[in-house]
């Protein structure tokens, strides 16, 4: 077998298409607290979706029409929200040990994507241009100079940093949203930790009287 | 409102705006309420958990 018959094969061996796009989810899944990951995602895609839009038309537009007003408090919006959903999932994803059972690196991946998110907002804050971003790049700068990356990564330089914001840094983001996602589809959702044997007899005794399954005990796939 | 510097609030060591208490305790509270919320069902599966 040639080289891309082998890659196909890994690829369908780690990920069949009925784990990489399942239709039903443990039962322990049935909570909101599992949605701030899927909210955070759409979060992203309305960035992206309103950020094309900004691109296209550029800062002067943005500043002075009504309809790039609306694009700007749109993206504006959609980052509040991408920092707010990521940041309760990370709460989330925490308290129930995600990294459990093999997904360490899935922990690892959302946290380096979540370090790339700031840059990518840093820079976002400096390319509004406006009197806001041109205070924070001369503030910012010094604490690039201080770290050794203000010859690389100039502040001050609009066309730097607006370059940054649309194109290196989203995409950086985009790659790591998508192999956390795959990651997570890898691995499945954590089990939820252990009860202690008595809430076990507790719950076991709940989900008899109404008819269902009981939860899994750990270790069980 | 919005174009003017933010109000501070001041304990102890603690120095951090109002628009960011408010966000903190936004996130606590929705952080809460999606932990007590039951989540609806649209069926019981009786074949196990997936």
């Not at chain 1, 241009?129 to 010094?142: E, L, S, T, Y």
Request: charged content about 10%.
């Amino acid at each position: 077998m040639n080289f891309t018959g082998k890659v196909r094969e890994q690829l369908v061996r780690a990920l069949p298409p009925e784990e990489l796009l399942p239709d039903e989810q443990p039962a322990y899944v049935h909570s909101y607290v599992y949605l701030f990951g899927i909210l955070t995602l759409a979060s992203f895609v309305m960035l992206i979706l309103s950020g094309i839009v900004l691109a296209l038309f550029g800062p002067q537009w943005w500043h002075i029409s009504a309809t790039g007003h609306f694009f700007n408090s749109v993206h504006f919006w959609s980052v509040q929200a991408f920092f707010f959903f990521m940041v309760l999932h990370l709460w989330a994803q925490f308290f129930m040990g995600a990294w459990r059972d093999g997904r360490g690196l899935t922990w690892v991946s959302g946290a380096i994507t979540f370090v790339v998110s700031i840059a990518t907002a840093f820079t976002g804050y400096l390319s509004q241009q406006n009197f806001d971003a041109q205070w924070i790049a001369v503030q910012g700068k010094d604490a690039m100079n201080a770290i050794g990356i203000g010859a690389f990564f100039n502040l001050l330089n609009f066309g730097q940093m607006y370059s940054f914001h649309i194109f290196l840094l989203p995409l950086l983001v985009a790659m790591l949203i998508t192999l956390h996602v795959l990651q997570v589809r890898w691995r499945g959702v954590v089990k939820p930790y252990p009860l202690p044997d008595e809430e076990q007899g507790v719950m076991e005794a709940r989900a008899k009287s109404v008819g269902v399954e009981p939860p899994a005990e750990e270790g069980e796939s | 409102m919005l174009n003017h510097p933010a109000l501070y609030l001041h304990f102890w060591i603690i120095l951090i705006s109002l628009p960011n208490l408010i966000v903190i305790g936004l996130m606590v509270l929705v952080f809460i309420l999606a932990l007590i919320l039951p989540f609806p069902r649209k069926h019981v599966s009786q074949g196990g958990e997936r």
